[in-house]
């Protein structure tokens, strides 16, 4: 007869929850900044990125050392189960952006825009960004395009809103492209993405997304820009890569291949 050890309750380590944590700032790597992102560009140190939804997921982007957080609008799909980003609206963005703030103390935190908020003109893209540095406790904001957004991104950073661009798949416009397909597979397509790298950086952007297109395409930009790139699908040669946390943790039930 197997014989367990005795259990004591008295010697237990006990965790509540609910009891308010004591302040302990003592451990806390320092605060990243943009500028910090250009000085690591600059010595061409990979840049890591990663995506948070709620104060949980900012503790791990934050206790991982992680250089920048990135509130996507990809929670629409892996947290609240849509199957698009494009349901989600600048109320629901900002309430996760405020519970990954609290969580996520030292990265640089950017915010993707949701559809539809930003697009109509570069007046709303002005008053919506300034919505989430002011309600979100963001300090960038994240937008698709690459020509036509180049006046939208040009007038958010002139208010003093650093902004990070997005080209190649654009989640948010994948009923016009057909569905999340790889893009600039064509010689025609990798010109058009090339525009829309330097477009996004005479705008202003600190940086610019390349999602889903081929790595020889993503390399030969980032080669070409004097800002960082930051790839997801887009092979290894970026300034620095993004994932989104649930898909590198394996919390997401509708994982397709590339």
Partial sequence: MTVLPKYS?????????????????????????????????KRKEPISMMTAQDYPSGLVVDQAGIDMCLVGDSLAMVSLGYDSTNPLT?????????????????PFIVADLPYGSYEASPDDAVRVSLRFLKEGNCEAVKLEGGVEMAETIQRITRVGIPV?????????????????????????????????????????????VLEAMPSEIAEYITHQLKIPTIGIGAGVECSGQVLVQNDALGLFDKFVPK
């Fill in 9 to 41: 309750l008295t010697n237990a380590t006990r965790h509540y929850s609910s009891r308010p944590a004591e302040n302990n700032t003592a451990q806390r790597r320092p605060k990243v900044s943009i500028k910090t992102i250009q000085n690591m560009y």
């Fill in 90 to 106: 600048v109320e629901d963005m900002l309430h996760h952006c405020r519970a990954v703030a609290r969580g996520a103390k030292s």
């Fill in 164 to 208: 990070l661009a997005h080209i190649g798949l654009t989640p948010q416009r994948q009923s016009a492209l057909g569905g999340f397909r790889v893009q600039g597979k064509t010689a025609k397509q990798a010109s058009a993405l090339l525009k829309d790298a330097f477009a996004v950086q005479e705008a202003g952007a600190f940086g610019v």
